[in-house]
């Protein structure tokens, strides 16, 4: 599976950001996908997640309220809507298939597809 993301930059406290992760080959079968981040000198960690089979989503605490996660199938699409950003939001961004576990919440080690990351900036 082989995902591209799209749709980082920088952005102003308080803006907003749509990332965006194409999906191919689809024909492969996915269990969940996510969105993870990793500011420099800290741990990756799960933003959001969504279950593929039922579209059950999970947000971490820390963006709940900010942050939706959704997924297009026509457009085989994996979306993350950032609302009123913060300066700890600041980090690389990456989309993640699972084709192994439907895990959420989003677990590094249960993800076995990655994106190369795009940069997200709020200041």
């Known amino acids: 599976v082989q995902l591209v993301e799209s749709g980082g930059g920088l952005v102003p406290i308080g803006g907003s950001l749509t990332l965006s992760c194409a999906a191919s080959p689809y024909t492969i079968r996915t269990y969940a996908m996510a969105w993870f981040r990793q500011a420099p000198g800290k741990e990756r960690e799960g933003v959001a997640g969504i279950q593929v089979s039922n579209g059950m989503t999970y947000v971490a605490d820390s963006v709940k309220g900010r942050f939706t996660v959704s997924r297009d199938n026509a457009k085989k699409t994996l979306y993350l809507q950032m609302n009123t950003l913060k300066p700890e939001d600041t980090a690389m961004y990456y989309c993640?298939?699972?084709?192994?576990?439907?895990?959420?919440?989003?677990?590094?080690?249960?993800?076995?597809?990655w994106g190369q990351g795009t940069q997200v900036t709020v200041s």
């Open positions: 993640a298939a699972s084709t192994l576990f439907a895990c959420i919440p989003p677990r590094t080690d249960r993800y076995n597809y």
